[in-house]
């Protein structure tokens, strides 16, 4: 059974920024596409960045320019660094792989205030 533990959310003011941090209990999840999705409260987890295991990234419009994504293979980590944070980025983010997601962390909630 992979875990996947998300850490580094918090309260931010606008304009503000937060390093999100993803480890994963398995080695394999160099081998994979790793994800950063938020969940806002009754909406479903929605992707918001992607990186391969060559180290490519891919971004939603609204966050491109202000989060960067990047991996730490040896540490089996993942990062997701928020810069410009906005009102409309608050929400619990969770990191996984695709295409076949592992079983889902706690995620870390992040709240960006006006």
Not at 4 to 13: A, D
Request: glycine share 10%; charged share 15%; hydrophobic share 30%.
């Amino acid at each position: 059974q992979v875990q996947l533990v998300e850490s580094g959310g918090g309260l931010v003011q606008s304009g503000g920024s937060l390093r999100l941090s993803c480890v994963a209990s398995t080695s394999r999840m160099n081998d994979e596409t790793m994800v950063w999705y938020r969940q806002d409260p009754g909406k479903q987890r929605a992707l918001v960045a992607s990186i391969t295991n060559g180290g490519t990234p891919v971004y939603v419009d609204s966050v491109k320019g202000r989060f960067t994504i990047s991996r730490d293979t040896p540490k089996n980590t993942g990062y997701l660094q928020m810069n410009s944070l906005k009102p409309e980025d608050t929400a619990v983010y969770y990191c996984n792989r695709i295409p076949y997601p592992w079983s889902w962390g706690q995620g870390t909630q992040v709240t960006v205030s006006s």
